[in-house]
């Protein structure tokens, strides 16, 4: 490439909605610069390296529809796929629709600025070069900026501290003391993996998470089989659902009071067999809704702990406290609770003793230095906006995103952001995003991406922006609809909240009405002629 020079498209980011975004723009005709921090394809699973992360949506289902025999071809080994196999989908992916071609890797786009007169977008790279471009559409993915806590003394720890979604190739973890900060999903996940390994993990939990076992397992072939045969029809009901999931298997359907104790019981003890979210979450009608049946599915998980750990006092350390099942992004395991049985693993309630401080050695911590050669930060992402707010964007009027986010949310349709034409973000804030097979919704977005430069392009126009009154009332309807939800009640907080980060306004991020709903709303404004957008 040289310093500079000029395409249709700029694509920031080489993960699922990166690389669907440059096949399909290219395929349309338009020429394109993808733009990826990594030194590979993948984005969320090429960096998030670390022991045990995995998909916690199907395998067979977290995976591209758009290409009928690129889904035929591929087979999955497991129902929940671990980070290498996800990532050698999306290498495969890249290899076969040629993607890379498009690409500058281990690039960062550090700016880009909307040049009115011209209207188009000048995009300035780490190494120097820039790029104008028409359209500049941001895949950066909503969990991509990694939250980094400050703790006192850790910067004079002298073995290695590392962030679970930069996990370097060469950490070694093997015989090694380890200790983990933070259990959310990926520390639940990293937890059991590192157990099995280090002389001596020690886990320092703030929060504790409720947890549902996954159930994870090799796929057989017939299963396999049976849904590449019912792809087609599979995949279509997908794209209605409310969670963006194929219906592999039906659930609930039914009231938690309509059934005898026994009999909740007996579906929960299944559910829980079965393993998955779903499998629990959807297993009465009530589950996930505030109230006297969500109380009772938080008592279920909490005697499950009990059922688990030997210790009854590591059970109770390890029990949420002050919130309900649902608040938080439910998470699901493999032999969370039953690690903490191990001679070699120690838990610190940091609510009970927080942190004193690190030194060289290791961590002065309820009373007592322990010995660490690694310290693993599990502590989560600046969600939703992190990676857009890092990009210093200028759009009209010297007006920059980061000004534009301020302490909250932006965006119609979680598509775009008044001031900044032709600049699309690909399941950004206010969209299903996070809430659904994100897969799912990727596609829809960048399929509506594509459609929208093509329709521009047809007619004449040469920018699209969302007009900022349509973009409050769409705010306000997402806020509206999260109103009264689990994810909302009282005393809940979550990174789905911002709550994990300093300054963030609270405020939910997605579109909680459904995937399906949601689709359909963004045809009728589409077919409305592009309702609460500008085209000029
Ligand atoms: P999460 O879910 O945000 O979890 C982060 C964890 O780190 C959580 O337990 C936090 O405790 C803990 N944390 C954060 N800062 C600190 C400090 N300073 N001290 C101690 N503990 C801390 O991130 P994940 O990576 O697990 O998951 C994010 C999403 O990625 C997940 O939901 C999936 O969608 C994939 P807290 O709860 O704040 O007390």
């Not at 980011?13 to 394809?41: K, P």
């Not at 020690?202 to 019912?230: H, W």
């Not at 126009?461 to 009282?490: C, K």
Request: aromatic letters at 10%; charged letters at 25%; one cysteine or more.
């Amino acid at each position: 490439m040289s310093s500079w020079h000029r395409v249709d498209a700029v694509v920031v980011g080489a993960g699922f909605a990166g690389l669907y975004a440059t096949h399909l723009l290219s395929a349309h005709g338009l020429s394109v610069q993808g733009v990826e921090a990594g030194q590979g394809v993948g984005g969320t699973w090429y960096w998030n390296r670390y022991p045990g992360a995995r998909c916690d949506v199907e395998s067979l289902d977290y995976s591209y529809s758009f290409d009928d025999e690129l889904q035929q071809e591929w087979d999955w080994s497991e129902r929940y796929a671990a980070q290498p196999e996800i990532e050698r989908y999306l290498n495969h992916v890249a290899d076969r629709f040629d993607l890379r071609r498009h690409y500058r890797f281990a690039t960062r786009v550090v700016a880009a600025r909307f040049d009115e007169d011209r209207s188009r977008w000048q995009v300035a790279l780490d190494d120097g070069g820039e790029v104008q471009a028409r359209f500049v559409v941001m895949a950066t993915g909503a969990l991509s900026e990694p939250k980094v806590p400050t703790i006192a003394g850790l910067d004079e720890f002298a073995g290695r501290v590392v962030h679970t979604a930069r996990w370097p190739d060469d950490l070694e973890v093997r015989d090694r003391r380890v200790a983990v900060i933070g259990t959310g999903s990926t520390g639940i996940q990293l937890v059991p993996a590192l157990a099995e390994v280090a002389a001596h993990l020690l886990v320092l939990q703030r929060d504790p998470n409720y947890t549902i076992p996954a159930g994870n397992r090799p796929l057989s072939p017939d299963e396999v089989a049976d849904v590449k045969r019912r792809y087609p029809q599979l995949r279509a009901q997908a794209r209605h659902a409310a969670n963006g999931n194929m219906p592999l298997r039906s659930y609930g359907g039914r009231s938690i009071f309509d059934v005898s104790d026994e009999e909740r019981e007996r579906v929960w003890v299944a559910a829980l067999q079965e393993g998955g979210a779903p499998a629990f979450t959807r297993s009465f009608d009530e589950v996930m809704v505030p109230g006297p049946g969500n109380d009772l599915a938080t008592q279920r998980l909490l005697q499950l702990i009990d059922e688990t750990v030997d210790d009854p006092a590591v059970a109770d350390a390890l029990k949420p406290r002050g919130y309900s099942f649902g608040c938080k992004r439910v998470c699901i395991d493999t032999g969370y609770h039953a690690t903490f049985n191990r001679p070699n693993v120690t838990l610190v309630d940091l609510r009970a003793t927080p942190i004193e401080r690190f030194d060289a050695t290791g961590v002065h911590v309820g009373g007592r230095h322990h010995e660490l050669d690694v310290v693993a930060l599990a502590t989560g992402f600046d969600a939703m906006t992190g990676a857009l707010g890092r990009i210093e964007v200028t759009g009209r009027d010297g007006l920059t995103l980061r000004e534009a986010l301020g302490d909250g949310l932006r965006g119609y349709l979680g598509l775009a952001i008044p001031g900044f034409p032709n600049l699309f973000t690909v399941t950004g804030p206010g969209s299903p995003s996070v809430l659904a097979n994100v897969v799912t919704g990727i596609e829809q977005h960048v399929e509506w991406v594509a459609a929208c430069i093509g329709h521009l392009d047809d007619h004449g126009w040469s920018t699209i922006e969302a007009d900022p009154e349509a973009e409050a009332a769409w705010l306000d309807h997402v806020a509206h609809l999260a109103e009264g939800t689990v994810f909302t009640a009282p005393g809940c907080t979550s990174w789905y909240l911002g709550s994990n980060i300093a300054g963030k306004r609270r405020q939910f991020v997605a579109y909680v009405g459904g995937l399906g709903t949601y689709g359909d709303e963004l045809q009728r404004r589409t077919e409305d002629g592009y309702r609460g957008f500008v085209l000029q």
